[in-house]
């Protein structure tokens, strides 16, 4: 089951929304900053999980505004993924590492120069993230989504400290 689904069913948990309240919800979070939400996929995806039985449709609205609210087994399919979300450890995909992997193809100055554009972007992407936190709560977003902020500045911190050693790994020789 993909992020999406399971953001959207918890989502629902809440009670019955339509697919616009369910984007708002999800941007209201951050959702694409953290879960990589396409919101363009939440439509496709309410209708398919109440084809699969997951949600039900409670009210079809004026102007294609369907209402959905989650059935019992979506509620079990829901749970049965958080728990999995939670006991299994799964390898973070970062197209960044196909960079690392032929980094020897650069020149040294073409290495250093993206690196330190990496680490210039890096050290943008903490600010906002860390400027972000406790910020939603302002308009109603729940005080634990700020533990996905908080998550994502630890990991982009991660990454800078590792880059910014590795330009002075690059300039001493040391690498590629």
Sequence with gaps: MSSTR???LGTLLDGPLHGYEVRRRLELWGAAYWA???????YHGLAKMA?????????QGKGGKTVYE????????FRRELLAYWW???????PF????????????????TAMESRAEQLRASVSMTER???????FGAPRHVDECFRLNAAQLR???DWIEGAVGRVRSGELP
């Design 132 to 138: 972000a936190i406790g910020l939603k709560q302002d």
């Design 51 to 59: 084809g699969e039985g997951l949600l039900a449709v409670v009210e």
């Design 97 to 112: 590492q196909v960079a690392l992997t032929f980094m020897n193809r650069l020149s040294s100055a073409e290495l250093v």
């Design 6 to 8: 399971v953001l959207i």
């Design 158 to 160: 991660a990454q800078l």
């Design 88 to 94: 299994e450890v799964k390898p973070i995909v970062d």
């Design 36 to 42: 990589n939400v396409a919101y363009g996929s939440i």
């Design 70 to 77: 989650i059935t019992d087994e979506g509620r079990e399919e």
